[in-house]
């Protein structure tokens, strides 16, 4: 009995924040509050952004030669800025159950990868200065990492 009882105030609380039933006393699309400030409560109004959001490298960033190793861990990118001079070998290696990709979506060289699974990798020579944005495919919003390639 005390199980049902908790799902009971668990969907009483569940309504309470959904606002179902709740009366049009709001604001509609367009129409402004007392400060004469417009508001809107139109779902058209709400906007999910998908897009990556790269890193930039900043002064502290360590400018990096030789292999530099990018791990593909808890569907995240570490690390996901790094500088490297040019000449040097990127590789990336997946340490997540599922698979990854290494795409570039700018950059003076183009990376595709294609899907690689747990425990594989891939890499690259990055000889080309310029900065170059990446994703996985798979998880763009969450995987997506920038190299900086300094000539």
């Known amino acids: 009995m005390r199980a049902a ?12 924040l959904c606002g179902c039933g709740s009366s049009s006393s709001g604001t509609t699309s367009g129409t402004t509050s007392g400060g004469g400030a417009k508001t809107s409560t139109s779902p058209a109004s709400v ?60 950059g003076p060289q183009r990376l595709r990868s294609g899907n690689f699974g747990q425990g594989h990798s891939y890499q690259v020579v990055l000889s080309r200065p310029g900065t170059v944005h990446y994703v996985s ?10 190299i900086e390639v300094v000539g």
Request: no cysteine; net charge neutral.
């Open 5 to 16: 009882t908790s799902w009971g105030a668990l969907a009483g609380v569940v309504l309470a």
């Open 47 to 106: 906007h999910i952004d998908t897009s990556p959001r790269f890193a930039a490298p900043t002064a502290a960033t360590p400018l990096q030669s030789g292999v530099v190793q990018i791990a593909y861990r808890d569907i995240a990118i570490f690390p996901d800025v790094v500088r490297v001079k040019a000449g040097s070998t990127v590789k990336w290696t997946n340490y997540d159950p599922v698979e990854h990709n290494v795409t570039s979506v700018n």
């Open 137 to 146: 495919t798979t998880q763009p919003t969450t995987m997506n990492g920038t």
